[in-house]
């Protein structure tokens, strides 16, 4: 059984860049490095076999579905002067120039990251262990057995699986949790929820549908059983399931939602043809256009390709 890394590049980038923006602004270059030996540091401590490192392509058929998703990001960019705008990316390039040499990189266009994670977790999982690097709540919905999230605290990783993380979703299996999100909405992209339900409604409702024995996975399943709840709830649900379908589709990691149009143009976009490592020397030959950006550090770069050639 192969062990399998899928790491959210973006959703980790942005955690180092903002930790050294904050204490170290003068040497942004330690956010790439830092970004690198996490990396490099699962993959040793786990005995990794396969990486997949994902960076979003963009969000157009989320917002030609629903054009207010994410807005609230965009007005909070346009705080940030363009210069700390073009370091962020060029930053944020490096890191993917020097990953394409070592690791499979996926970045499709117009996609969001996370469905291409869901779709090499899905796969790579029925005959591996695959564990997932990312902050993303959203990821709680693919969790099982075989399939663990690695989170970010104080900057180191820890493994975490879904007894130890759904500690506040009481009573909300994994496959539940996007409808969970739909019914209380998300403010981090700007989608509502149903008014008036908050944690303790929602305990409310889960509790009842797991008492019952009954799976609750979709708003088809949530218009089926919904009987089972207290009338005052469900009355509350029963007038707003056209927005909790709405927002079913927008959180939902679902195969059906987004990706199926590139299944034929993913592996080769992943580039699985690539060794799994490189020489160290062949590494700095073409990462010297970089430089500039090491701030004369440039051998902390290839700390990570000395530990890779040890898996």
Not at 156 to 168: D, E, F, G, P, R
Request: aromatic content about 12%; charged content about 25%; proline content about 2%.
């Amino acid at each position: 059984m192969d062990k399998v890394l899928i790491v959210d590049g973006h959703n980790l980038f942005i955690r180092y860049y903002s930790v050294i923006s904050h204490s170290d602004p003068l040497n942004l270059g330690n956010a790439v490095v830092m970004f690198l030996n996490s990396i490099s540091r699962e993959i040793y401590n786990r005995g990794i076999t396969q990486v997949y490192v994902v960076f979003d392509g963009g969000a157009k058929m989320h917002k030609q579905y629903d054009s207010n998703y994410k807005v609230n990001r965009g007005k909070a960019s346009s705080l940030r002067t363009s210069s700390e705008d073009e370091k962020f990316f060029d930053h944020l390039y490096l890191t993917r120039q020097i990953l394409k040499n070592i690791v499979k990189v996926i970045r499709i266009k117009y996609e969001e990251g996370d469905i291409v994670m869901s779709y090499l977790a899905e796969k790579y999982s029925k005959d591996n262990l695959v564990y997932i690097v990312s902050n993303d709540n959203d990821f709680f919905q693919l969790l099982k057995d075989n399939v663990n999230i690695i989170r970010s605290k104080d900057i180191m990783l820890t493994i975490q699986n879904y007894s130890t993380v759904l500690k506040h979703l009481e009573y909300v299996d994994p496959e539940s949790y996007a409808l969970w999100k739909a019914i209380r909405g998300d403010s981090c992209d700007n989608v509502s929820g149903v008014y008036g339900v908050g944690y303790k409604t929602l305990s409310t409702i889960f509790f009842e549908f797991l008492k019952n024995h009954k799976r609750v996975i979709t708003p088809n399943d949530l218009k089926e059983n919904m009987a089972l709840l207290p009338k005052k709830i469900s009355d509350k649900l029963e007038k707003s399931i056209n927005l909790i379908d709405h927002n079913y589709r927008l959180v939902s990691l679902s195969m059906e939602w987004g990706l199926l149009s590139h299944f034929g143009r993913l592996e080769i976009e992943a580039d699985l043809s690539k060794p799994f490592v490189i020489d160290e020397t062949e590494a700095k030959t073409l990462m010297e256009p970089y430089k500039k950006y090491i701030n004369g550090d440039f051998d902390n770069y290839f700390s990570m390709y000395r530990r890779l050639k040890y898996v």
